[in-house]
C-alpha cells in the first residue's frame, strides 16, 4: 500500500507545522532534582534542548507567519536578527501561544556544524577487549581514532525482539533501567511496581529457555549417533519440578542468574564491579561475570541517541582545502572562549567554551600547559570580549547525561596564522591586504553578478556535474 | 646581615659556572645555562668587581643586581591576581564539561542566580527508601532534620512530603524523649565534627578508663 487517500481537511493537516512538530522530550536532570543543596539557575541554557527549534521565512516572518494557530507579534519575533523560536505550547488556557526565543541551541548547533568533527562513540571502559595490553590503560585507547555513532555495528536503532539480547555489546537503547543508576528508594518503588507483577511471566519465559536448552541437549545427541534430529519442544511440555530444578541452578549461578532477568527485563548492562567495590580479589570471591563490552555500562545508557541529533558527519578523515595554500594538515583551528579561570586555591580548573560547550583544556605536553602561560590563570578586563586561545577541535562525544564531551588540543601555529589570515587578523607570507577590499562589504547580488561574467573562474557545481541544467 | 656577607652570597649564588654543573651533559640543562649563561657573567664580573675592590656596590649598582636577582613576581602581578579574584567572585558558577551556554549565560544577570543555593526541592526519604521512624537512633539523620536550638525543621526546609515529615518528626520526638538525644542542641558527636572540620571517622576518640575496664 503506497499512500491511504485522505481527505482534503487531513491532507492540509498533515502537511502543517502544527502536526510536524516533535514532542518535547525531559529535560536533563540538574542539581536541584537529587535532593542536595545546589547552585543552579531555572533559566540558564539547558544541556540539550527539549523542544524542536522553528523557523520561518523572512517574508512570512514580517507579517508574523510561523506555520502556527495564531499569527505571533512582531514587536518580539522580528528584534532577533535569526528567526528560531522555541514553541512550549501552541494554544494554552489564556488562547495565547507559548513561544521563547531558541537561538541559543540553535545557533550552537550551527557553531558546533561550522567545527566539522563528527560524533564518536564512547569506547568501553576497559579498552576494546581485543588487546589484552591495552585493557589496564584507558589513556591509550583514549587517543585512537574513534568509531563514528553511525557505524552499522553501534547504530542500532531497530532489532528485532529475540535479537534484542545478542546484540546487547553495541545497543544505547534499553527497555529497562540501568540500575547502578538508581537510589534505594527508586528501585524499590521499580520492584514493587514492575518487576513483581510479571512473575508468572518470568516462569514462562524460564519454560522457554528449558526448552530450548532440552532442545539444544536432545538435538546435539541425534547429531552424535546419527538419528533424525528432534522436532523443536514446546515450552509447555516442560514440567513444574524442571523449572524448579532450573531455578535452583540459576540461584548458584550469579552471572547465569542476571543474564536471564537481564534479558527478561531488558536491562542496560551493568559493569562489574571492581576489588574496590567488593573488597576482593577476582581469584577470592564467589561471584563471576563476563567482561561487559558495552561502552555504555560504567555511565548509563544514553538518554538521546548517541549523536544527539548535533551532526551527521561520519568521520573527520578527510583534507581541507585552501584557495592559496592548498591542502591543509589540519582542520580549520577555532577561537576557544576562556569561560572561567583557572583558580588554584578552590581547584578549579580553567574551563574553555567551543562552539557554545564547555571544555577542558588541552591535555598533555602542550604549550598551553607549561608553567609560564598564565593565560588560564587570570581575568584581564581590560581584554574586550574577554581573553580567547586558538585551539583545534579533536573529537566529540555525548555522555550519558545528554552532554557534549568536546576534547580540543591546542593549535598549531601554521594552523592558527592560517585561520587568522582568513578572518582578516593575520597576514601570511608577506601579503598585504587592499585596505580598499577590506572594509566592503558585497551584497549577494553583486557576488552573484561578479560570478556570472563571461570569464568566470571554473567553480564546481551542480551544472558541471551535468546533475542539472 | 651586613652588605659585605650579602655580597658574597649573591656572588656565590650567581656564579655561572659551578663545578658540578659543567659535567652536566643533558641536552636541557646545556640549553639552560647557554641562554642564561651571559647574562649571569656579566653579573658575575659586576659583583666580582665589587668584592676585589673590597667596598660595598654603589647604590646604582646594587639595584642592578637587586632587578636581576628579585624573582619575576612583580607588584604588577599581584594586582593581576588581586583584579582576577575579584572578578571570580562575581561568576560563582562552576561551569562542568559539556554544559551549554548563550551569550546570556555569561552576563551579570545569570552569574547572581548562581550565589544563592537552593533548598532540597525532592523528598530525600522517598529517594533513599528508608522509615524515619526504624532510624530514630540514627543521630546523624536526626541532627540533619533538627537545628541547631533543636527545633524540628519546617518541611519547607527539608523538602520532605507530608507523609515523610511527619515520620521524621516522630523519629526525632522520640529519640528526645528517650534521651538518646539533646533537645536543645545537636548531637556532641556532630558538634565535635563540625568544630574539628572533619569526618567523625578521623577524629581520634578521647580515651576513658571506664570504657577500657571489661
Same mark, same amino acid.
Given at each position: 500500500?503506497?499512500?491511504?487517500?485522505?481527505?482534503?481537511?487531513?491532507?492540509?493537516? %498533515?502537511?502543517?507545522?502544527?502536526?510536524?512538530?516533535?514532542?518535547?522530550?525531559?529535560?536533563?536532570?540538574?542539581?536541584?532534582?537529587?535532593?542536595?543543596?545546589?547552585?543552579?539557575?531555572?533559566?540558564?541554557?539547558?544541556?540539550?534542548?527539549?523542544?524542536?527549534?522553528?523557523?520561518?521565512?523572512?517574508?512570512?516572518?514580517?507579517?508574523?507567519?510561523?506555520?502556527?494557530?495564531?499569527?505571533?507579534?512582531?514587536?518580539?519575533?522580528?528584534?532577533?536578527?535569526?528567526?528560531?523560536?522555541?514553541?512550549?505550547?501552541?494554544?494554552?488556557?489564556?488562547?495565547?501561544?507559548?513561544?521563547?526565543?531558541?537561538?541559543?541551541?540553535?545557533?550552537?548547533?550551527?557553531?558546533?556544524?561550522?567545527?566539522?568533527?563528527?560524533?564518536?562513540?564512547?569506547?568501553?571502559?576497559?579498552?576494546?577487549?581485543?588487546?589484552?595490553?591495552?585493557?589496564? %590503560?584507558?589513556?591509550?585507547?583514549?587517543?585512537?581514532?574513534?568509531?563514528?555513532?553511525?557505524?552499522?555495528?553501534?547504530?542500532?536503532?531497530?532489532?528485532?525482539?529475540?535479537?534484542?539480547?545478542?546484540?546487547?555489546?553495541?545497543?544505547?537503547?534499553?527497555?529497562?533501567?540501568?540500575?547502578?543508576?538508581?537510589?534505594?528508594?527508586?528501585?524499590?518503588?521499580?520492584?514493587?511496581?514492575?518487576?513483581?507483577?510479571?512473575?508468572?511471566?518470568?516462569?514462562?519465559?524460564?519454560?522457554?529457555?528449558?526448552?530450548?536448552?532440552?532442545?539444544?541437549?536432545?538435538?546435539?545427541?541425534?547429531?552424535?549417533?546419527?538419528?533424525?534430529?528432534?522436532?523443536?519442544?514446546?515450552?509447555?511440555?516442560?514440567?513444574?519440578?524442571?523449572?524448579?530444578?532450573?531455578?535452583?541452578?540459576?540461584?548458584?549461578?550469579?552471572?547465569?542468574?542476571?543474564?536471564?532477568?537481564?534479558?527478561?527485563?531488558?536491562?542496560?548492562?551493568?559493569?562489574?564491579?571492581?576489588?574496590?567495590?567488593?573488597?576482593?580479589?577476582?581469584?577470592?570471591?564467589?561471584?563471576?561475570?563476563?567482561?561487559?563490552?558495552?561502552?555504555?555500562?560504567?555511565?548509563?545508557?544514553?538518554?538521546?541517541?548517541?549523536?544527539?541529533?548535533?551532526?551527521?558527519?561520519?568521520?573527520?578523515?578527510?583534507?581541507?582545502?585552501?584557495?592559496?595554500?592548498?591542502?591543509?594538515?589540519?582542520?580549520?583551528?577555532?577561537?576557544?572562549?576562556?569561560?572561567?579561570?583557572?583558580?588554584?586555591?578552590?581547584?578549579?580548573?580553567?574551563?574553555?567554551?567551543?562552539?557554545?560547550?564547555?571544555?577542558?583544556?588541552?591535555?598533555?605536553?602542550?604549550?598551553?600547559?607549561?608553567?609560564?602561560?598564565?593565560?588560564?590563570?587570570?581575568?584581564?578586563?581590560?581584554?574586550?570580549?574577554?581573553?580567547?586561545?586558538?585551539?583545534?577541535?579533536?573529537?566529540?562525544?555525548?555522555?550519558?547525561?545528554?552532554?557534549?564531551?568536546?576534547?580540543?588540543?591546542?593549535?598549531?601555529?601554521?594552523?592558527?596564522?592560517?585561520?587568522?589570515?582568513?578572518?582578516?587578523?593575520?597576514?601570511?607570507?608577506?601579503?598585504?591586504?587592499?585596505?580598499?577590499?577590506?572594509?566592503?562589504?558585497?551584497?549577494?547580488?553583486?557576488?552573484?553578478?561578479?560570478?556570472?561574467?563571461?570569464?568566470?573562474?571554473?567553480?564546481?557545481?551542480?551544472?558541471?556535474?551535468?546533475?542539472?541544467? | 646581615?651586613?652588605?659585605?656577607?650579602?655580597?658574597?652570597?649573591?656572588?656565590?649564588?650567581?656564579?655561572?659556572?659551578?663545578?658540578?654543573?659543567?659535567? +652536566?651533559?643533558?641536552?636541557?640543562?646545556?640549553?639552560?645555562? +647557554?641562554?642564561?649563561?651571559?647574562? @649571569?657573567?656579566?653579573?658575575?664580573?659586576?659583583?666580582?668587581?665589587?668584592?676585589?675592590?673590597?667596598?660595598?656596590?654603589?647604590?646604582?649598582?646594587?639595584?642592578?643586581?637587586?632587578?636581576?636577582?628579585?624573582?619575576?613576581?612583580?607588584?604588577? @602581578?599581584?594586582?593581576?591576581?588581586?583584579?582576577?579574584?575579584?572578578?571570580?567572585?562575581?561568576?560563582?558558577?562552576?561551569?562542568?564539561?559539556?554544559?551549554?551556554?548563550?551569550?546570556?549565560?555569561?552576563?551579570?544577570?545569570?552569574?547572581? *542566580?548562581?550565589?544563592?543555593?537552593?533548598?532540597?526541592?525532592?523528598?530525600?526519604?522517598?529517594?533513599?527508601?528508608?522509615?524515619?521512624?526504624?532510624?530514630?537512633?540514627?543521630?546523624?539523620?536526626?541532627?540533619?532534620?533538627?537545628? +541547631?536550638?533543636?527545633?524540628?525543621?519546617?518541611? *519547607?526546609?527539608?523538602?520532605?512530603?507530608?507523609?515523610?515529615?511527619?515520620?521524621?518528626?516522630?523519629?526525632?520526638?522520640?529519640?528526645?524523649?528517650?534521651?538518646?538525644?539533646?533537645?536543645?542542641? *545537636?548531637?556532641?558527636?556532630?558538634?565535635?565534627?563540625?568544630?574539628?572540620?572533619?569526618?567523625?571517622?578521623?577524629?581520634?576518640?578521647?580515651?576513658?578508663?571506664?570504657?577500657?575496664?571489661?
Amino acid at each position: 500500500m503506497a499512500s491511504r487517500s485522505v481527505s482534503p481537511g487531513g491532507a492540509l493537516l %498533515r502537511t502543517s507545522r502544527i502536526f510536524a512538530m516533535a514532542n518535547p522530550i525531559p529535560p536533563p536532570v540538574t542539581d536541584s532534582s537529587s535532593g542536595a543543596t545546589s547552585f543552579s539557575s531555572n533559566m540558564a541554557t539547558l544541556d540539550f534542548p527539549t523542544h524542536q527549534v522553528i523557523t520561518t521565512l523572512s517574508s512570512a516572518r514580517k507579517r508574523g507567519e510561523w506555520g502556527l494557530k495564531r499569527s505571533l507579534p512582531l514587536k518580539t519575533t522580528l528584534k532577533s536578527k535569526i528567526p528560531m523560536l522555541r514553541v512550549k505550547a501552541i494554544d494554552s488556557a489564556e488562547q495565547i501561544t507559548d513561544f521563547t526565543s531558541a537561538t541559543d541551541h540553535g545557533m550552537n548547533r550551527r557553531k558546533f556544524l561550522e567545527l566539522g568533527i563528527p560524533l564518536t562513540a564512547r569506547r568501553p571502559a576497559g579498552g576494546d577487549g581485543g588487546d589484552s595490553s591495552n585493557q589496564n %590503560r584507558p589513556t591509550l585507547s583514549m587517543n585512537l581514532p574513534q568509531k563514528s555513532v553511525f557505524e552499522k555495528e553501534i547504530d542500532t536503532t531497530d532489532l528485532d525482539p529475540d535479537d534484542l539480547a545478542k546484540a546487547i555489546d553495541n545497543r544505547w537503547r534499553f527497555n529497562g533501567p540501568w540500575l547502578a543508576g538508581m537510589t534505594t528508594g527508586k528501585f524499590q518503588k521499580y520492584l514493587e511496581k514492575e518487576v513483581r507483577p510479571r512473575r508468572p511471566e518470568f516462569r514462562e519465559f524460564l519454560k522457554k529457555k528449558i526448552a530450548a536448552e532440552l532442545h539444544q541437549a536432545a538435538a546435539n545427541e541425534a547429531l552424535d549417533k546419527g538419528t533424525e534430529p528432534p522436532a523443536p519442544l514446546d515450552a509447555s511440555s516442560v514440567t513444574e519440578d524442571q523449572l524448579i530444578d532450573f531455578l535452583r541452578k540459576l540461584r548458584h549461578d550469579s552471572q547465569a542468574l542476571y543474564d536471564m532477568v537481564g534479558q527478561f527485563l531488558d536491562l542496560a548492562p551493568l559493569a562489574p564491579p571492581n576489588i574496590s567495590q567488593l573488597g576482593l580479589p577476582a581469584g577470592i570471591n564467589k561471584i563471576t561475570w563476563r567482561q561487559i563490552k558495552n561502552p555504555y555500562a560504567t555511565g548509563g545508557p544514553p538518554v538521546t541517541h548517541p549523536s544527539a541529533g548535533l551532526s551527521y558527519l561520519r568521520t573527520s578523515m578527510y583534507m581541507d582545502n585552501h584557495p592559496i595554500y592548498g591542502p591543509q594538515r589540519q582542520h580549520p583551528s577555532v577561537v576557544a572562549r576562556i569561560v572561567s579561570p583557572r583558580r588554584q586555591a578552590q581547584t578549579q580548573p580553567a574551563k574553555l567554551g567551543v562552539a557554545g560547550f564547555i571544555v577542558n583544556t588541552p591535555l598533555g605536553d602542550t604549550t598551553s600547559n607549561s608553567r609560564n602561560n598564565t593565560l588560564f590563570d587570570k581575568i584581564d578586563p581590560d581584554v574586550k570580549g574577554g581573553a580567547k586561545v586558538w585551539v583545534q577541535p579533536k573529537r566529540a562525544t555525548v555522555d550519558s547525561s545528554g552532554r557534549v564531551v568536546l576534547t580540543v588540543d591546542d593549535a598549531s601555529a601554521e594552523a592558527k596564522l592560517v585561520a587568522q589570515e582568513l578572518l582578516g587578523l593575520a597576514t601570511c607570507l608577506g601579503t598585504t591586504r587592499d585596505e580598499r577590499q577590506t572594509g566592503r562589504v558585497e551584497s549577494a547580488s553583486q557576488i552573484r553578478r561578479r560570478y556570472s561574467a563571461k570569464n568566470a573562474p571554473a567553480m564546481s557545481s551542480t551544472q558541471n556535474y551535468g546533475i542539472q541544467r | 646581615m651586613s652588605s659585605r656577607q650579602w655580597l658574597s652570597s649573591a656572588v656565590r649564588q650567581c656564579k655561572p659556572q659551578q663545578l658540578p654543573r659543567t659535567f +652536566s651533559t643533558t641536552a636541557p640543562v646545556a640549553a639552560f645555562r +647557554s641562554l642564561f649563561g651571559k647574562k @649571569d657573567n656579566e653579573m658575575y664580573g659586576l659583583l666580582k668587581e665589587g668584592l676585589e675592590r673590597g667596598g660595598p656596590l654603589s647604590e646604582a649598582e646594587q639595584r642592578q643586581v637587586m632587578d636581576q636577582q628579585a624573582p619575576r613576581a612583580s607588584i604588577q @602581578d599581584l594586582r593581576g591576581r588581586d583584579v582576577t579574584e575579584a572578578y571570580a567572585r562575581q561568576m560563582p558558577r562552576r561551569w562542568r564539561t559539556g554544559e551549554v551556554y548563550a551569550p546570556r549565560d555569561l552576563g551579570p544577570t545569570e552569574a547572581r *542566580k548562581f550565589r544563592a543555593g537552593k533548598t532540597a526541592s525532592r523528598d530525600v526519604v522517598d529517594m533513599f527508601g528508608f522509615n524515619p521512624v526504624d532510624n530514630y537512633k540514627n543521630f546523624s539523620m536526626i541532627s540533619e532534620f533538627m537545628t +541547631s536550638m533543636g527545633r524540628i525543621k519546617h518541611s *519547607k526546609e527539608t523538602g520532605l512530603r507530608p507523609v515523610n515529615q511527619r515520620k521524621m518528626a516522630k523519629a526525632i520526638r522520640r529519640a528526645i524523649g528517650m534521651g538518646l538525644h539533646p533537645s536543645v542542641h *545537636k548531637h556532641p558527636e556532630i558538634l565535635r565534627r563540625g568544630r574539628h572540620g572533619l569526618p567523625t571517622s578521623a577524629i581520634p576518640t578521647p580515651e576513658t578508663t571506664r570504657q577500657n575496664v571489661l
